[in-house]
């Protein structure tokens, strides 16, 4: 994965908040990403409901109860990233995004003028969706090399399998992928990233873990085994299922 584009670009770019380089960057990383590519099918009705509230001002009016207290999130964000850095707000809009496909539930009149619309769901999650899965679910944990730690949280679909992982222990810089090996001992990749240099969860590193959604088509009792490797063809990390 490019190491300037970051899984969280999929808010920014569900609401065509990308500059055009990163746009650009973040589509290349879309045909790559099964993840990505279902996280941007949820966040896509969200877009939707947006659509039309006006533009991020950096000095808003007040606003009225409802999709203007998103408004207001969005655009605070923007104000506040803007005295830091170029890159964070992006990555603020972004969560910001998540924050209400996840966490809070859009009423259906939304944007359609009804005084009566709200948005409900007081105590939102702060997690991301790969976290919020994980958290929610039983995680199988699993055998790591060099201080590496994490698990699967698993969950059967028509399609499939999808899986949430959590990685910690690990230093950067690294490419890495997880992959389902099957009981007959065929290999699939389920999704791939970077670690950058500070790494997770190791001295100095800004985040405790890392947390990635990954989808395989096999079904679960297909599966022996899955893998967290290097683009080197180190293994980090087995769970077996």
Same mark, same amino acid.
């Given at each position: 994965?490019?190491? !300037?584009?970051? *899984?969280?670009?999929?808010?920014?770019?569900?609401?065509?908040?990308?500059?055009?380089?990163?746009?650009?960057?973040? %589509?290349?990383?879309?045909?790559?990403?099964?993840?990505? !590519?279902?996280? +941007?099918?949820?966040?896509?009705?969200?877009?939707? &409901? +947006?659509?039309?509230?006006?533009?991020?001002?950096?000095? /808003?009016?007040? #606003?009225?109860?409802? %999709?203007? %207290?998103?408004?207001? +999130?969005? !655009? !605070?964000?923007?104000?506040?990233?803007?005295?830091?850095?170029?890159?964070?707000?992006?990555?603020?809009?972004?969560?910001?995004?998540?924050?209400?496909?996840?966490?809070?539930?859009?009423?259906?009149?939304?944007?359609?003028?009804?005084?009566?619309?709200?948005?409900?769901?007081?105590?939102?999650? *702060?997690?991301?969706?790969?976290?919020?899965?994980?958290?929610?679910?039983?995680?199988?944990?699993?055998?790591?090399?060099?201080?590496?730690? $994490?698990?699967?949280?698993?969950? #059967?679909?028509?399609?499939?399998?999808?899986?949430?992982?959590?990685?910690?222990?690990?230093?950067?810089?690294?490419?890495?992928?997880?992959?389902?090996?099957?009981?007959?001992?065929?290999?699939?990749?389920?999704?791939?990233?970077?670690?950058? /240099?500070?790494?997770?969860?190791?001295? $100095? &590193?800004?985040?405790?873990?890392?947390?990635?959604?990954?989808?395989?088509?096999?079904?679960?009792?297909?599966?022996?085994?899955?893998?967290?490797?290097?683009?080197?063809?180190?293994?980090?990390?087995?769970?077996?299922?």
């Amino acid at each position: 994965m490019n190491a !300037r584009v970051e *899984h969280t670009d999929v808010g920014a770019y569900a609401l065509g908040l990308l500059e055009d380089d990163d746009r650009l960057a973040f %589509e290349e990383h879309l045909s790559l990403c099964p993840a990505c !590519r279902e996280e +941007l099918t949820e966040l896509s009705g969200v877009a939707i &409901a +947006l659509t039309g509230m006006g533009p991020v001002e950096e000095d /808003p009016p007040p #606003s009225h109860q409802g %999709e203007g %207290e998103v408004i207001d +999130l969005l !655009r !605070r964000k923007r104000a506040a990233d803007r005295r830091t850095r170029r890159g964070t707000f992006v990555i603020g809009v972004a969560a910001a995004v998540t924050l209400v496909a996840g966490g809070l539930a859009i009423g259906t009149q939304l944007g359609s003028g009804d005084p009566g619309a709200v948005i409900a769901g007081e105590h939102a999650s *702060h997690l991301g969706p790969a976290e919020q899965f994980y958290a929610d679910g039983t995680p199988i944990n699993g055998t790591g090399v060099g201080g590496v730690t $994490g698990g699967l949280v698993l969950e #059967s679909k028509a399609w499939g399998t999808h899986a949430a992982l959590k990685l910690s222990g690990i230093k950067g810089p690294l490419e890495c992928e997880l992959v389902a090996v099957s009981k007959s001992g065929e290999r699939k990749s389920m999704t791939g990233w970077s670690v950058p /240099p500070s790494g997770y969860g190791v001295p $100095g &590193a800004p985040e405790p873990a890392l947390f990635m959604h990954g989808g395989s088509p096999w079904q679960i009792d297909q599966i022996d085994k899955f893998e967290v490797t290097t683009s080197t063809g180190k293994t980090l990390l087995t769970v077996d299922i």
